[in-house]
Each structure stands twice: as C-alpha cells, then as structure tokens.
C-alpha cells in the first residue's frame, strides 16, 4: 500500500504492522507456534526501524522486510526450508494487501487511502485475508515437505521456485510503484500475482506428481531385484538339499555295508569322521532363512531377504526367525521397508566395523500387534539414546546421519505405530510394535 | 518359596533334569522346592489352576508329544503366573531365540547338549530365579507400570531418566538409563506417579533424583546417563526450591 499521508509516525506503525503480518505468516506456514520474548523484541525493534527507513527508500523497504526475517529464522531448520518459509510468507503479506486494497476501491473507490481507513479497513481486512492464506499455505506445504522427506530429497527445487516467485512479485510491485498507485493497475498487477502464484502451485503439483512416479516405479524396479535374488538363494538352498539327500542315501548304504559286516570298529571311525561333519553343517547358517517364507508381503520379505543373505556374503552371522505367518501389517508396506533397510544397514555396518556378532530379526505376532525386532551386537562404548538419534549424527565420519533420526521421524508419523530401543550388554536392539487398531 | 515345574517328554531326559535341579537345592538350600513334574502339559495347568498364587519356575521341552507345543504351553502358564519364569530345553539351537525371548518372555533357553554342560545351564537358570525372586521379595522399590506391545512391565524407579511428550499425540516416550520406551499415555499424569518425578517443562516430566546438572543459561537439564531434557523458567524457580 501506499500512503498519501506523509506523516512519519502513521507510516511506522503501518509498516511494522506489515512487518508483523510477514512474520505471523512465516509462523504459521512453518508452523512454528513457539512464542519468544527475544523474538517479539527483534520484530519490535526491525519493525519500526523498517518503518524509519521508508522515507527514504520507500518500496525496496520490503527487501530489508525479507532479508530481516530470513535471518529471524536462520537456526530454525536447515536453509532451503527458511528460505521457502519466509518467501511463502512475503508472497501471501504481498498478496493479501493487494487483495484488500482491491476491496478498498472497490468499495470506497479512489479516495480511500486517508490514515483512518488505512488503519480501520485496510489492516483488518489484510489480516484476515491473509491468515486465511496462510494457513491453507501451511496445510499445503507441511504435506508437500512430508511428501519430499519421504521420497529423501532435498526440497531445493521447491525452495528456488517460491524465491523465484518471490522475486518476480518484488519486481512487479517496484514496477508499479515507479508508474504510480493507480487502482486499475492495483487490479492488473492483483491479477498477475494471482497468475504467478497459480502457476508457482501448477508446477510444484506437476513435479510432484512427476517425481512419485519416478519414485514408485524405482521402488518397483528395487524390489524385483530384491525378489530375483531372494528366489536365486531359495534355488541354491534347494540345490544343497538335493545335495544332500544324495549324501543321506550314500551314508545309509555305507552304514548298512558296516552292519552287514559287523564291523563295528569301522562303523565308529566312519561315523565320526562322515557323519558328525554332515550334522555339524546342518545347524550351519545358511539354512536358516526358511521362516521368511512365513511372511507374505513381498516388500517386506525381499528387504530382510536381501539384507540378510547380504549379511552371510559378507560372512556375518545373521538370522531371520518368525514362527508365525504374516499377512497383514497394518502400516504403510513403502514407509515400513525404508524403517528396516535403515535399520538392517545400520546393524550390518556395525558388526563389519567390530568384525564378530551377530544380527537378529525377527517378527512375532501377538493378539492385537506385531512386534519387529532388529537386534545386533555394538560397541561397548556407544553413545547415549538420545545421541544417537540427532539428526546428523553418525558413528562414521562420513555424510550419512539421517539413520536413526529417520527411523523416528516415520514412527511420529504413524499413531499406531510405537517404538523401544535398547542399548545394553553391548546388544543394541531395536523394537517396534505395530498395532492392528488405530490408538 | 518358588515352585520349580518340569514338562518333558522323554522319560529319560526328564529324570536327569529332575536330578540336576533337586540336587542343586538341596546343595545351595535354595528357597525353591520341584513340585511338579510331568510329560503332560495339561497337569502343570491344571496345577496353577488349583493354586493361582503359585510363582514358578517352568522347565519346558520345545517339542512335547502333545496337542500344545511347549511355546503354546508357556502362553497359557503366563496367563495364569505372570511373574513366572519360564525356561526352555530344546534342540532347536538359535532358531527360535527371538520368540523364545519376546513371544513368551522365557527368561533362558538350555540347548540339549552334552550333560554336563546342561546341568550347569540349569544350575546357572536356578540362581536367577533365586535372585529374581529374592529381590522381588526383599526390596521397597517403587515401580512403574507400563504397558508396551502386549506386555505389561514394571519399572524400577531409579532407572527413569525422564518422560516426553512424543511428537504425535498420546505418544510418551520414557527415556531410562539404557533404553527409551514409547507408550500410550498423556504426560500430565505422569507427574504424580511419585514425590522425585517434577513436571520441568511443557513435555517433559523429570526424575529429580537422576539430574546430574542444570544448565540455567541454556534452560537444559543434563541427567546422569548424559541425556538432557528441557526446563522452562517457571519450572526452574520450583525446582530450584
């Protein structure tokens, strides 16, 4: 808005009330409802001083407006999400005060901008609209981000299409202000910011739907291969029980060519030295993946059963056990896979970095729940709980930190999910309850 | 006095435990005594059944030549003892650890191996029971009681570092020395389960007993397992006092 008044005080007050709005927006968009003493007096202090320059620079006010709320947000989550925030919440500040200035004219027609109406029409109108805006804004987005988080990307394309937007609405209103706060331009340039900001969600929805379908058809492709080599492990199993019945049958015929002898000394050297070993390599590992055709979800059978075999190749000891058949869990199958391949990788890097253990997996089936259970041998000296689940956070230097911070994020998401982690006895063990009822 | 219970099939290996577990009771003078012991399933039931006070200690074949195997067994000998500790003799090795361990709660597993090392296994599962229930006996601990999965636990209140309030709603998180429990639970109430525990901020109830040290400047509570939760300056001034 313009002021016709030149009355410093009045344009303070209207320009922090600005000001005031941009950061009432952001919060709801970031949906950030944490109230702060500091803060209040950091919107206090850039407010009116914003105000004091408006004299002087007039409309580029709003770059500073930007600039100051970017930096209130700095340490509030990581960059690219500050930066789609603050920009969000200056396009809805600049959106919903040409909005109302269209209603202004509207209805009192040209000559509407005196200090009172500024203040008794325009503000409260502009609030309004604009928290309307705002909380659809944050409805919106928090589903978008969820959305991105879930697919692990970064959400940078969002944040360089609502700067760019951002951008273009700075440039138009510069524009305007240069040729002069007429009311049919108001409407011109309404109508245009209104095209941008269709347009800003026209994209965002074609991307996004472009990109989980680029997702989906990955997480296709991952599990096929998953299912190929799980099939390739039954038919080498089965391939080493055939070998064997083909054993059985020759030690059966050997032991009666004893017997028939009686040759009793003979027998005993032959038992020992044969048939002790044979017994010996049945207990032996990698007979023990059978259970996991008790579970008759795909995804969830081809992540344990790629993990695992992984495991055996890399020469771990690693078991999977359920003695009861699976057919349902009540979870989404994408978010649950990507909760054990964190987990499984998670156990399989730490038993490679001490080099001895043992993983453990399991899923057991009670009245109203299943329970998973990934268990691993650790280090002695594993940091605490609450350590280990910082974001960032890795025991390896390297650039990998989203695990167990993951694993939360995606049981916060799912009330009738809930999750126990123990770390004791060097085990660490990881268990999560899935309840067949929402609580 | 614990009550010690054997189901096993094979008449011979069921009278080798008999001997190994008589034997060490009477040798330690162990507060237990071997009141039943059987090759049917149904007879220890029918036991706890006729004596609901009964806390045993439960020897069971994986593999009995009955109806009910000896996992479907311990299922129902929790129903009616749950305080019980149940034990499995079996030949299965590792394969069934984990449900050994969660399904049932069995509180060992013995492999079926050379004698002796059998007879030490039970000997060792006898002294943890002995301890378990003395302990349970003896102590004025405080617990908590908790009900996560299917199972209802008791927590020793020395080993409560702090209540959250998780991010979804109804959701608690309950940080221990070693270990952090989510459950179903507002966290208002929580703050009354005993005089230690302090309501320090919007969604965290702390034990006053595990803090280690408080940070006034940061507003952080730094317990003594070297995990931290949040305070707020109203709660400061009470705890302070």
């Not at chain 1, 008794?120 to 705002?134: A, E, K, Q, T």
């Not at chain 1, 994020?409 to 009738?416: A, F, G, L, T």
């Given at each position: ?25 952001t919060?709801?968009?970031?949906q950030?409802?944490?109230l ?33 709320l970017?930096f ?9 999400e ?9 396009i809805i500040s600049v ?6 200035s ?16 500024l203040l ?15 909380s659809?804004?944050?409805?919106v987005?928090?589903?978008i981000?969820a959305?991105?988080?879930?697919q692990n ?13 951002w951008?273009?609405y ?10 002069g ?26 991307y ?8 989906e ?5 991952d ?15 089965y ?5 064997f ?7 059966l015929?050997?032991l009666?060519g004893?017997?028939v ?8 050297q032959?038992?020992?030295s ?9 207990m ?9 055709s008790n ?15 992984y495991?055996q190749?890399?020469?771990l ?8 058949v699976?057919t ?23 038993l490679?970095y001490l ?5 453990l ?11 998973i ?14 350590t ?14 989203l ?5 939360s ?8 999910v809930i999750?126990e ?10 268990k999560i ?7 | ?28 003078e ?8 059987t ?8 036991y706890?059944?006729a ?14 030549k009955?109806?009910?195997t000896?996992i479907?067994?311990a299922?129902?000998?929790?129903e ?10 079996t030949t ?8 050994f361990?969660?399904?049932?709660e069995a509180?060992?597993?013995?492999i079926?191996?050379?004698p ?5 296994r039970?000997?060792e599962c006898?002294d ?10 003896n102590s004025?601990?405080k ?5 996560t999965?299917s ?17 979804a709603p109804?959701k608690?998180v309950?940080h221990?020395?070693?270990s952090?429990?989510e ?14 525990f ?11 007993n595990?803090i ?6 940061e ?13 707020s300056s ?6 302070l006092?």
């Open positions: 808005m313009q002021y016709r008044e030149r009355d410093d005080k009045v344009i303070i007050f209207l320009v922090f009330l600005q000001f005031l709005f941009s950061y009432i927006s919060k709801i968009i970031s950030d409802f944490k702060s003493f500091k803060e209040l007096l950091y919107v206090l202090i850039t407010g009116s001083f914003l105000g004091f320059t408006y004299n002087y620079i007039n409309i580029i006010t709003v770059l500073f407006l930007y600039i100051f970017i209130l947000w700095r340490n509030k989550s990581n960059i690219y500050v930066l789609i925030y603050c920009s969000l919440g200056m959106l919903s005060d040409h909005i109302s269209f209603f202004r004219y509207a209805i009192f027609g040209n000559k509407s901008s005196s200090f009172k109406q008794v029409l325009h503000m409260p109108m502009y609030y309004i609209i604009g928290l309307i805006l705002s659809l804004a944050s409805y987005l928090k589903r981000l959305n991105i988080k879930n990307k970064s959400p940078i394309f969002l944040t360089a299409l609502s700067c760019f937007i951008l273009t700075v440039f138009s209103i510069i524009l305007i202000r240069v040729s706060d007429q009311p049919r331009l108001i409407i011109l340039n309404l109508i245009f910011l209104s095209l941008y900001l269709i347009l800003f969600f026209g994209i965002l929805i074609t996004i739907l472009i990109s989980q379908k680029t997702y058809t990955r997480r296709r492709e599990e096929y291969m998953y299912m190929e080599r799980y099939t390739q492990d039954i038919e080498k199993q391939n080493e029980l055939r070998k019945r083909h054993d059985y049958q020759n030690i015929t050997s009666e004893y017997l002898q009686e040759d009793t000394a003979g027998l005993k032959y038992f020992y044969n048939i002790k070993k044979h017994s010996d390599r049945l032996h590992n990698e007979y023990m993946l059978e259970d996991l579970i008759k979800i795909n995804g969830i059978k081809s992540i344990i059963a790629t993990k695992i075999i495991a190749d890399m020469g000891n690693a078991n999977f056990e359920t003695s009861d699976i349902r869990i009540n979870m989404d199958i994408i978010l649950l896979v990507r909760i054990l391949g964190i987990l499984l990788d998670n156990a399989i890097e730490e490679l080099g001895y253990g043992q993983l997996v399991g899923l057991i089936k009670y009245p109203d729940n299943i329970l259970i990934v268990q691993n041998t650790c280090r002695d000296n594993l940091p605490n709980i609450q280990l689940k910082k974001r960032n956070f890795s025991t390896k230097s390297s650039n990998r930190g695990g167990l911070s993951n694993v994020d995606i049981i916060d998401q799912c009330p009738n999750s982690i123990i770390v004791d006895n060097q085990l660490f063990i990881h309850f899935i309840f067949d009822k929402e609580k | 006095m614990l009550s010690v219970f054997i189901c096993e099939d094979v008449i011979s290996q069921k009278k080798q435990l008999e001997k190994y577990i008589k034997d060490y009771i009477m040798m330690e162990l507060d237990m005594e071997l009141v039943l012991s090759d049917n399933p149904y007879d220890i039931l029918a706890l059944k004596n609901p006070n009964t806390i045993g200690l439960y020897f069971l074949d994986v593999d009995l009955s109806d009910i000896g479907g067994l299922s129902e000998i929790r009616l003892d749950v305080l019980g500790n149940i034990v499995f003799v299965h090795g590792e394969l069934t650890y984990l449900t361990v969660y399904k049932v509180m060992d597993y013995i079926k191996d050379t002796e090392k059998i007879c030490k039970i000997q006898l943890i029971a002995n301890k378990r229930h003395l302990n349970d006996q004025e601990k617990l908590f009681k908790i009900k999965g199972s209802v636990r008791y927590i020793d209140h020395s080993e409560i570092m702090f209540f959250e309030s998780g991010l109804h608690v309950l221990l020395r070693n952090q429990i459950f179903y639970h507002t966290i208002n109430e929580l703050a009354n389960i005993g005089d230690e302090y309501r320090c901020h919007k969604s965290f109830v702390v034990n006053k595990n280690q040290n408080i940070n006034k400047a507003k952080i509570i730094e317990m003594v397992n070297g995990e931290t939760c949040l305070i109203r709660a400061m001034k009470g705890l006092e």
